[in-house]
């Protein structure tokens, strides 16, 4: 019984910035690998950004270059910056959360992101 919690979405111009965040602190284990997944309305979940234990990072081509996917160990939260917004990336964003003792991975009830022209 691990679950995420994600925070920080909300409206916002095309061009601008937002930081989502994904919250582990109330769990024993520490966040370890780390998928930031989004689903707009009527398409399927898609995989925008991932960060394994060793901090390796891959992104979806089409946030390549104005998203970056991040860990605080010391607070137990992992990040998805994100600029240079469009209305493309309006959605509900999806923390997907493994943790140093536990093998599965554990999803967020997720956070929507519109982004308006």
């Known amino acids: 019984q691990v679950q995420p919690v994600e925070s920080g979405g909300g409206l916002v111009q095309a061009g601008g910035s937002l930081r989502l965040s994904c919250a582990a602190s109330?769990?024993?284990?520490?966040?370890?690998?780390v998928g930031w997944y989004r689903q707009a309305p009527g398409k399927q979940r898609e995989m925008v950004a991932t960060?394994?234990?060793?901090?390796?990072?891959n992104y979806a081509d089409s946030v390549k270059g104005r998203f970056t996917i991040s860990r605080d160990n010391a607070k137990n939260m992992a990040y998805l910056q994100m600029n240079s917004l469009k209305p493309e990336d309006t959605a509900v964003y999806y923390c997907?959360?493994?943790?140093?003792?536990?093998?599965?991975?554990?999803w967020g009830q997720g956070t929507q992101v519109t982004v308006s022209s």
């Open positions: 997907n959360a493994q943790f140093r003792g536990i093998p599965s991975w554990y």
């Open positions: 960060i394994t234990g060793l901090g390796k990072t």
């Open positions: 109330g769990s024993i284990f520490s966040i370890n690998a």
